[in-house]
C-alpha cells in the first residue's frame, strides 16, 4: 500500500504514480485529513506569492536567467505545452521536472522495496499517464512542502532555479488547482453539513415503509368458520393497506445494541382478502398484523455479551420468532412470503409478543447454537383474576374457554423455548425446537423441526414440521401437527431477485372441523434499487378453517417496501 509523507490528505491523490489507483477514489481520503491548508482560499497561491517574492529577492547574478534555465529542459524533451495535453506523460517535461522536485524535496513516497533483507523506499516506479488533476494533486504536495521550508526561513534550501520551475508549473496547471480547491471546499461543506445533521453519534435511525394492494375472491356462497360461523358471504373489497416501522438502534460499547421499533399500520387482519376470509389459521399477511393506525412500541429490547460466545437480550417488549424458527427462505414477509402459516411454526407460537429474555449461546468454530426464550404475553398485569385477551389471527383463540390467565410476569400466559441449530456448511441448516407454556388457562407443549438446504447458490430447499399437545381446548385435549415446505430461486432474471413457491398445512387435527386447511403462496421480489423492492404474489387457501364445504380463496396482492 502507498504512503505519503506529506501532511495533507490530498498528497494521497498523487499515489497513482506508482500504481495507477483512480483518482477519485484517492479524493475521498481527503476527509480523513484535517490539515487542507494547502487547499484552501489561502493555501495554494499563498505559496506562489512567497515563490515570487523569493525570486524577487534573490540576487540577479545568483544563478541563470529564467529562460537560460528552462530552455535544457524543453530542449530536452522537445514536447508542447502541457496546457495543450489531455494526460500528463511520463515523457513530458512537467512530468520529470516535477518528479525531479520531488526527489529532491522528499514530498512523496512510493512503494517500499526490499533491498538485502531490509526495506527501503522508491520514490516512484512506473510509467503511466496521469490526468491533469491527479498531476495538479501530486503538485501541491509539494508546493506545500516549499511553503514549509519557506516558512521555516530555510530558504537556501530552495534554489532559484526550483522556485522557477515551481512557479511554471503553477502557472500551467492553475485551471486544475483552482478546480481541486473548489472541489475540496465543497467536499469540507458538505462533510460539516453531515455532521451537523447526524442524528445520534451512539444511534442509528433507519426505517421501512411497507404498502401493498391487494384483493381476492372465494367460490362458493359463503365462507364458514371452524366453528360453523358465517364468515363472509361476499367477496371483500380491494384494498390499501400498510405499515411503517422506525427503528432507534442504539450502541454504546460497539458490542451491545439497544432497540426501540415503533410501529402504525392499517386496520390489521381483517383489512386484507386472506385475513378476512380466513382469520384463524394463519393465513392473514403477516405484515398486515399490527392494527394501528398511530405508533405504538413495537420492540423494546438490550442485547449485550456478558461473556464470550454468549449474548443475552432482555426487554419488555419482544418477540420470540425474531430469535426462533428463523429461515433464509420463509421468515421475513416483507422479503420472502408473507402468509403467516409459511413463516413460522404455527402450533409453535400461540403467543410469541410480551416482555422476556433471550440467550443464545455459539461457541466459537463450532456447528451448533443454542438459544432459550422466554416470553410473557402479559407481563404488564397486576390481576390475577386474568381478563381474556386475543393477540390476533396468529391466536388459535377460538381453541379455548372464553377466559384470561393470571398474568404477570411468570403467570399465564407465557411461552418458552429451546432452539437446537446445526449448521456443519452454508448448504445445510437444521433446527429442533420445543415449546411449551400456559395459554388461556392451557397446558401445550409442541416439538419442532426447520430445515433449509442449498442446492446451489440459486436453488434452496426448506420445509418446518410440527407436533404437539394442547389441553383442556373448547374441543378437548388436541394433537395438532403443521407442515410446510417450498423452493426459493435467488437472483432469478436479475441479480438480487428473490422467487418462491410454498405449501402447508396449518393445523391438521381432526377434532377441528372436517377438513384440513392447506395454504399455497407464490412470490417474486423484485428489486427496484436498493431501497426500494416490488412483490407480486399470490395466495390460494383450499378447505378454509378446516371446512370441507368452503370453495378455494385465491388473493392477489402487489406488495411494495421502502427502506431508509
Not at 508549473?169 to 472541489?183: D, I, K, V, Y
Not at 386484507?272 to 398511530?294: I, M
Amino acid at each position: 500500500m502507498m504512503r505519503c509523507k506529506t501532511s495533507i490528505g490530498v498528497a494521497s491523490l498523487f499515489c497513482r504514480w506508482c500504481n495507477g489507483m483512480n483518482f477519485w477514489c484517492w479524493l475521498s481520503l481527503l476527509f480523513s485529513d484535517i490539515r487542507w491548508s494547502l487547499v484552501s482560499s489561502s493555501g495554494i497561491f499563498s505559496v506562489v506569492t512567497q515563490i515570487s517574492i523569493m525570486l524577487a529577492a534573490l540576487p540577479a547574478a545568483a544563478s541563470e536567467p529564467l529562460d537560460q534555465i528552462e530552455a535544457p529542459l524543453m530542449d530536452a524533451f522537445q514536447v508542447t505545452s502541457v496546457s495543450q495535453l489531455a494526460d500528463v506523460q511520463p515523457t513530458d517535461w512537467a512530468f520529470l521536472a516535477l518528479q525531479s522536485l520531488v526527489e529532491r524535496y522528499d514530498c512523496l513516497a512510493g512503494y517500499p522495496e526490499s533491498l538485502s533483507g531490509t526495506l527501503r523506499e522508491q520514490t516512484f516506479r512506473g510509467s503511466q499517464a496521469l490526468t491533469r488533476y491527479e498531476f495538479a494533486a501530486g503538485l501541491n504536495t509539494c508546493l506545500e512542502r516549499v511553503s514549509e521550508l519557506l516558512a521555516t526561513n530555510t530558504q537556501s534550501l530552495v534554489s532559484r532555479e526550483d522556485l522557477a520551475v515551481f512557479q511554471r508549473l503553477q502557472e500551467e496547471f492553475a485551471a486544475e488547482l483552482a478546480t481541486l480547491r473548489g472541489r475540496v471546499g465543497t467536499l469540507e461543506t458538505r462533510t460539516a453539513e453531515l455532521e451537523v445533521r447526524q442524528f445520534s453519534t451512539t444511534t442509528k435511525l433507519t426505517g421501512q415503509v411497507i404498502a401493498a394492494v391487494t384483493g381476492g375472491s372465494f367460490s362458493g356462497d359463503r365462507i364458514l368458520a371452524p366453528t360453523g360461523a358465517i364468515v363472509a358471504e361476499e367477496d371483500p373489497n380491494a384494498t390499501v393497506i400498510y405499515r411503517t416501522s422506525i427503528f432507534f438502534n442504539t450502541s454504546f460499547q460497539g458490542t451491545d445494541q439497544l432497540q426501540v421499533r415503533l410501529v402504525a399500520g392499517s386496520e390489521g387482519a381483517n383489512d386484507n382478502a386472506a385475513g378476512f376470509l380466513e382469520p384463524n389459521f394463519g393465513s392473514v399477511l403477516d405484515f398486515s398484523v399490527p392494527g394501528r393506525s398511530q405508533f405504538a412500541l413495537g420492540r423494546l429490547f438490550y442485547t449485550f455479551t456478558p461473556i464470550r460466545d454468549v449474548s443475552v437480550t432482555l426487554g419488555p417488549q419482544i418477540v420470540a420468532t425474531d430469535y426462533v424458527d428463523r429461515n433464509r427462505y420463509a421468515n421475513t414477509s416483507f422479503l420472502d412470503f408473507s402468509t403467516q402459516a409459511l413463516i413460522n411454526n404455527f402450533p409453535l407460537f400461540p403467543r410469541s409478543v410480551g416482555a422476556g429474555a433471550v440467550l443464545d449461546w455459539h461457541p466459537e468454530r463450532s456447528a451448533f447454537k443454542l438459544r432459550a426464550v422466554y416470553v410473557a404475553g402479559n407481563a404488564a398485569s397486576f390481576n390475577t383474576n386474568g381478563q381474556r385477551y386475543i393477540e390476533g389471527p396468529q391466536a388459535p383463540a377460538l381453541l379455548f374457554p372464553n377466559r384470561g390467565g393470571s398474568g404477570g410476569l411468570f403467570g399465564d400466559p407465557y411461552l418458552g423455548i429451546i432452539e437446537l441449530e446445526y449448521v456443519p456448511s452454508t448448504a445445510f441448516t437444521l433446527r429442533l425446537q420445543y415449546s411449551g407454556g400456559k395459554f388461556l388457562e392451557s397446558r401445550f407443549d409442541v416439538f419442532g423441526a426447520n430445515v433449509e438446504v442449498s442446492l446451489s447458490k440459486q436453488v434452496a430447499l426448506f420445509g418446518r414440521y410440527g407436533n404437539g399437545t394442547y389441553l383442556n381446548t373448547t374441543v378437548g385435549n388436541l394433537n395438532p401437527q403443521y407442515w410446510m415446505a417450498g423452493i426459493a430461486f435467488r437472483d432469478l432474471f436479475m441479480p438480487s431477485a428473490l422467487a418462491g413457491i410454498a405449501a402447508g398445512q396449518p393445523l391438521i387435527e381432526s377434532n377441528v372441523g372436517n377438513a384440513t386447511q392447506t395454504n399455497f403462496e407464490a412470490f417474486y421480489n423484485l428489486p427496484i434499487n436498493d431501497n426500494v423492492r416490488i412483490t407480486p404474489l399470490v395466495q390460494v387457501i383450499t378447505d378454509a378453517g378446516n371446512q370441507g364445504s368452503n370453495g378455494p380463496i385465491i388473493t392477489g396482492t402487489i406488495r411494495t417496501v421502502f427502506s431508509f
